[in-house]
């Protein structure tokens, strides 16, 4: 791969890409349940599907990244949990604070972790699953012996705090805006840019990536940072959004966010999959959530559906892959 | 390479003894055979689980999945018994369907050749949901005392817990199967290098596939104890248990990355976390805060031995210019 062939992006082509089918599964939902109540389409119902997906889109924005470059964060539960319960803590002691204080030092609480993880990753030479396995429960533990049995309750909040969960912008929350912002610029970063080429090549490739000339150690640990401090974001985001924050907040969230990766057409085996497809994996995921309550459908099938919705995805992405192998050696021996 | 390992092995199972040691002197209650019972019953579901998790993760594979394998045959145990099904034929019930749980996931890898990690993310969603959408967030409670009592007593009511036997057995059974056996040594060489061991004339697909009932079925086993342990058959039961049972085994000294690691460092790995968490609970320490112990314990238990390897390449080549000059 020569440095000029790097820079070049890939072509779009909506008919060939994996979302597709994510788009598709998604309309076909809305439409079925729309056609059998059609308030499922009102605004309100629309404003809360997303309300609902923002806080899970920031997550799976970092993960994808992360999982690109063949590799996986699964502390970032706990990242969002430490995240949300330092930021509450400093709202309640300090109800004088900006918001903007409040959002920086989520971000920054995020990063210091992702850059725990990322130097055990690169420097410690321990597998990522490992590192991370082990952060998750650090991280958590930290925010157990800090807290204590305590939480902080929505009437110890800044009402500015607490607002900035409804409130808009021209009529869309800032919660939504947030995350369209940071799943459109990654996405952006990813598709067009050097650093977001440099970064598929590794997950496609580490050795060769290496052998290329790729900053592998600076852009590795650029991914863990971006992941620590999104779930950091994402845990400003959950006190805002829910007022009351203790020390399990955001406990289990690993699955959920790797599922919406998963589902989203990121492979596990990284080098593929884009960044606003993880974004629509989270929409997926959540608006199947609340079609189910819309369709008066148990809503213990939910997990059921994500669990099979994964295998599913994972079995699609093995049938591209294989198809594509395949395509390949044709051209190889025609050519 | 193997001395490095034995030595993890045998680091892990030495702290463990120091730990067991320090904690019956120095916490009040812990050396009691009360507590011994306690323990014990803390270690059943970990260490059992950990057994065919081991012989996974030294193929290069995992199984994140048996948790929820825990708690769908602990779900379904509850609806069989409302049912009016018998336990006798409940438990070999539970553990089938624990080994169906299996077989689809050995397909799904091994058929389809789909990676294990994200399979099994999958399977863990799809089994725990199964396990909610079978009881819901109901529970049943009303079990038989003899199986209830069966599980949670001792042997004539003396210090050795009933379940400790089964314990034993199980472990005696992997461990032999794994360190003794031309299987096991199949394991670590698939582990090492599926394409060698395949061309060595190894059936890689078929072990690997064989690995993953065995371990369901001693999942939907676990699920059975654990139902009976707390006379609760719920579909939460065991959330989460496949984190601290991959840590053990992590612990315990076996890589990641397959082919490397033994039994007897997994079985300390499991001791060290569960004797650790019981003392701190006597001392009134809480059990979440122990979690930082866990999650530095797993990170450096592999980072130590790179560590340690990388001073001494550094130690070697200095000394080999040395003698070079």
């Known amino acids: 791969m020569t440095p000029t062939a790097m820079k070049v992006p890939p072509r779009f082509n909506i008919m060939k890409t994996r979302e597709l089918g994510i788009v598709l599964a998604l309309a076909a939902l809305v439409l079925y349940t729309t056609i059998n109540n059609p308030r499922f389409l009102s605004g309100q119902s629309i404003r809360d599907n997303l309300l609902n997906t923002a806080i899970l889109a920031v ?91 305590s939480q902080v309750n929505a009437d110890e909040l800044p009402p500015h705090f607490l607002n900035f969960a409804n409130a808009n912008l021209l009529g869309v929350p800032w919660l ?54 999104l ?26 966010v790797v599922a919406a990766v998963v589902v989203g057409g990121v492979a596990v085996f990284g080098g593929s999959g884009t960044v606003w497809g993880a974004g629509l994996g989270a929409l997926l995921l959540t ?30 992405d093995r049938l591209v892959a294989v198809r594509i192998a395949r395509s390949l050696r044709k051209k190889d021996s025609h050519g | 390479m193997a001395k490095r390992l034995a030595s993890w092995d045998s680091i892990i199972i030495l702290l463990t003894l120091a730990v067991l040691v320090i904690a019956s002197l120095a916490v009040d209650n812990f050396g009691t055979s009360r507590n011994f019972t306690f323990m014990v019953l803390d270690l059943l579901p970990i260490i059992l689980v950990a057994l065919p998790m081991t012989f996974i993760i030294v193929t290069g594979e995992i199984d994140l999945s048996v948790a929820s394998t825990l708690g769908l045959t602990s779900s379904l145990m509850g609806w069989f018994w409302n049912q009016g099904l018998s336990i006798e034929t409940i438990i070999p019930l539970c553990v089938l369907i624990g080994a169906i749980a299996g077989v689809l996931n ?36 009303d079990f038989p005392f003899s199986y209830t009592g069966w599980v949670t007593g001792t042997i004539a009511d003396g210090a050795v817990p009933n379940v400790l036997i089964l314990i034993v057995v199980l472990a005696l059974i992997f461990g032999v199967l794994l360190h003794a056996t031309p299987i096991g040594r199949s394991l670590y060489a698939i582990g090492a290098n599926a394409q060698a061991a395949h061309f060595a004339g190894i059936r890689v697909a078929r072990t690997k596939f064989w690995l993953y009932v065995v371990s369901g079925a001693v999942a939907g086993l676990v699920g059975v104890l654990w139902t009976l342990r707390y006379s609760s058959a719920r579909a939460d039961n065991g959330a989460g248990l496949e984190l601290a049972v991959v840590a053990a085994v992590l612990l315990g000294g ?33 059990g979440q805060a122990l979690n930082i112990v866990t999650g530095a314990l797993l990170v450096l238990s592999v980072l130590l031995p790179n560590v340690i390897s990388s001073i001494r390449g550094n130690w070697q080549r200095r000394k080999l210019r040395q003698s070079a000059a």
């Not at chain 1, 840019?193 to 598929?200: C, D, T």
């Open chain 1, 59 to 149: 997550m799976a924005t970092g993960q994808a990244v992360v999982v690109i470059t063949r590799n996986i964060d699964l502390s970032v539960g706990s990242v969002l949990g430490i995240s949300a319960f330092a930021v509450a803590t400093m709202m309640s002691d300090h109800p004088g604070l900006p918001m903007i204080v409040a959002i920086l030092v989520g971000l920054a609480v995020g990063a210091a972790a992702g850059l725990l993880n990322g130097v055990l990753v690169r420097y410690g030479k321990v597998p990522a699953l490992v590192v991370t396995l082990g952060t998750l429960y650090m991280y958590r533990g930290i925010t157990y012996s800090w807290a204590g049995g």
């Open chain 1, 176 to 229: 939504v805006l947030i995350a369209l912002v940071v799943v459109g610029a990654t996405s952006l970063v990813m598709r067009n840019y050097r650093v977001g080429r440099e970064l598929y090549a590794m997950g496609s490739s580490p050795q060769a990536a290496e052998l290329a000339g790729i900053k592998v150690a600076r852009n590795l640990l650029g991914a863990f940072i971006l992941s620590g401090a």
């Open chain 1, 231 to 256: 779930a950091g974001l994402a845990g400003v985001l959950f006190a805002a959004r829910f007022g009351t924050v203790d020390a399990s907040a955001g406990n289990g969230y690993e699955l959920n």
């Open chain 1, 287 to 316: 608006v199947i959530s609340s079609a189910l309550a819309v369709l008066d459908i148990n809503q213990f099938w939910q997990q059921a559906i994500v669990g099979a919705l994964i295998i599913l995805a994972i079995c699609a």
């Open chain 2, 106 to 141: 050995g397909f799904l890898i091994t058929g389809l050749g789909l990676p294990s990690l994200a399979v099994t993310i999958g399977t863990l969603a799809l089994y725990r949901g199964l396990a909610l959408v079978v009881l819901g967030d109901g529970a049943v409670a």
């Open chain 2, 254 to 286: 076996v890589s990641i990355f397959g082919g490397k690691g033994s039994l007897p460092g997994v079985l300390a790995g499991v001791v060290l976390l569960t004797a650790l968490q019981n003392a701190l609970r006597l001392e009134d320490v809480s």
